[in-house]
């Protein structure tokens, strides 16, 4: 284990971990977690619409011909994450994962075994010169061919995201897809401002729910794909049985985008 790691605070990509009933956690975040499912008894279900929309979102980027992939702020890959929904489609797929947590880093490279289609970043995503120019990047993508940029049930712990996917969209080429999630107050205001309130008590990674409409600006320079940005359920469903009769009880906001030339 890396030396760095703080136990007494909880880790967000470790507690998500927890939520999605994986292994790679710690008491500090198990308390955190059930704290935050006392008080939100769904937010378990959010998290498992989040990986579903993470499962159909790589499905879709892979049916458009992408075979790389950068999962910025990626947690810890347990199962159903980008690399096996992508290799499953295509097996000649590369995968880069970027956390800052040295946990989740850890684990990643752990669970990802070595394989040489895939690698592990542990770097700050709001560093994107760091992140791009780093030996696993330069290796394993070619960036002169269209990436998926992968902010999944990140950016809401990022204070201004806007730049930082700005700086991503211009190292990338036409043809490259954005794919976000995003935590939203929309529909859930009370029980939202208890679970912001607690990531900003407990961990070192505030949480900042956004509107539609923040959202949607963080596509500037790319086209989004239907149904645009809409909750986690809503976004290119599975099956119509998929589709909650409330789907802002998700608390959770999904979009693809495709830059344009």
Known sequence: MEPDIDLTKPSAARVYDYYLGGAHNFAVDREMAEQAIAMWPEVPLIMQ??????????EFCAAAGI?????????????????????????????????????AAAYSRTILDGDPRTAVVREDLRDPEKVLN???????????????????????????????????????????????????????RAQADEHQDLYRRRTATPMTMRTKAQVEALFAGF???????????????????????????????????????
């Open 134 to 188: 780093s030996p696993e990047v330069t290796d394993l993508l070619d960036l002169s061919r269209p990436v998926a940029v992968m902010t999944v049930a990140v950016l809401h712990f990022v204070d201004d995201p806007a730049p930082v996917i700005a700086a991503y969209r211009d190292a990338v080429v036409p043809g490259s897809h954005l794919v976000v999630s995003h935590a939203t107050r929309d529909g859930q």
């Open 49 to 58: 619409a989040n990986r579903a929309f993470l499962r159909r979102a790589v």
């Open 67 to 103: 075979d790389q992939f950068l999962d910025l702020g990626s947690g810890i890959p347990t199962v159903g994450n980008v690399h096996e929904v992508a290799l499953a489609r295509n097996p000649d797929a590369r995968v880069v994962y970027v956390d800052n947590d040295p946990v």
């Open 223 to 261: 086209d989004l794909v239907e149904p645009g940005v809409v909750h986690l359920p809503l976004w290119r469903p599975a099956s119509p049985d998929d589709v909650d009769g409330r789907p802002e009880r998700f608390a959770g906001l999904a979009a693809v985008g495709r830059k344009v030339p």
